[in-house]
């Protein structure tokens, strides 16, 4: 990781969706905390890979990183400029450096439009470029990603699950960023697919310089492309740490909890294993204190009243526990 600062700095990161009710006079009844003073930065071709339980708001984060969708609250600073402080015409210009790969590669390319008109989209958009100029980079971006220069002519609907992605993907580099979030981008595919994709990412940023907010369930994925690993449970940052230090020693309850899931390489070998009792709680109603205790094996009383804050118990690893001093082992080895 570089010396300067951080190209992404998020700070106290916040969305709320309200929920109203009544129809004819809305009013509203409640708020779903889906993200809830996140911070976290991403240096310069640096890798940040955010794992957690489906619901806990890690593509909400990157959204709201990205400004897809506005925050409630906190600040995100991309290379020193206020994202979401941004007036329309300045945050259309940074589009080009901050880009996103999706979940579904069936869903996310529009069916009606060429994969060409598909990829040159954004510089179509930032305009400047003669037609027959578009048409030779598409071409070379097809290259880039694996893809022939004979598929710019096609549709969608005449690609696998992995050639969609790497369309995606394509577009997503078509501008140039320097920043890419990759929500889910291997979730739905073939798990050989998947070491392809993850391996053109790497690629990419090794040719490109780009940093990542990688996004995804799979912990093997994350530990095999990440530098650093940020635990998201229920709208909350639970312990963010290199990957070496958070695999062989995770802090947090919650984290061990996860490495302790991760199935053995061979059905002789045997692992403890926290069992979660519970259900998660929903975040409109979220329980007081830590967010974790009524599910926490090592919960005591001051977790249903204290709120345990991110905080640096290592060089580099920060964790939100009360006790995090004491809860080092090792379930990965």
């Known amino acids: 990781m570089s010396a300067r600062e951080p190209l992404l700095q998020v700070s106290g990161l916040t969305k709320h969706f309200p929920v109203r009710e009544g129809l004819i006079v809305e009013r509203e009844v409640g708020r779903v905390r889906a993200v809830d003073d996140v911070s976290f930065t991403i240096g310069h071709g640096e890798t940040l890979g955010l794992v957690g339980e489906s619901g806990c708001g ?25 994202v979401l402080a941004m007036p329309p015409a300045e945050l259309r210009a940074l589009r080009q450096s901050m880009q996103i790969v999706f979940q579904d590669p069936y869903g996310a390319l529009d069916p009606r439009m060429s994969v060409e008109d598909i990829i040159l989209e954004p510089l179509v958009v930032q305009g400047g470029r003669s037609r027959p100029e578009l048409a030779r980079e598409a071409r ?18 005449e690609f696998s699950g992995g050639q969609r992605q790497r369309i995606g993907i394509a577009r997503a580099i078509a501008p140039k960023p320097r920043f890419v979030v990759c929500d889910e981008a291997v979730s739905a ?117 204290e709120r345990p804050l991110l905080r640096e118990i290592l060089p580099g690893h920060s964790v939100a526990c009360h006790f995090a001093e004491t809860t080092g082992r090792n379930p990965a080895a």
Do not use: W
């Open 140 to 157: 070379r971006l097809l290259d880039v990603v694996g893809l022939a220069a004979a598929h710019a002519g096609r549709y969608p609907h």
């Open 189 to 305: 595919l073939d798990v050989s697919i998947q070491a392809q994709i993850v391996n053109l990412l790497q690629d990419l940023q090794q040719e490109m310089g780009l940093s990542y907010l990688f996004i995804a369930h799979d912990l093997a994925v994350v530990k095999h492309i990440s530098d650093r690993v940020a635990v998201m449970y229920l709208g909350h940052l639970v312990e963010v740490a290199p990957k070496r230090d958070l695999y062989a020693d995770p802090r947090h309850p919650y984290t061990q909890a996860l490495l302790e899931a991760v199935p053995v390489r061979h059905p002789r070998l045997r692992r403890k294993r926290t069992r979660l009792t519970g259900e998660i709680p929903s975040p409109f109603a979220p329980p007081p204190g830590c967010r974790f205790h009524r599910r926490c094996p090592l919960a005591q009383d001051v977790c249903s009243s």
């Open 58 to 82: 890690k593509s909400t984060t990157g959204r709201l990183v990205l400004r897809l969708i506005e925050a409630t609250a906190g600040t995100v600073t991309f290379d020193g400029r206020d």
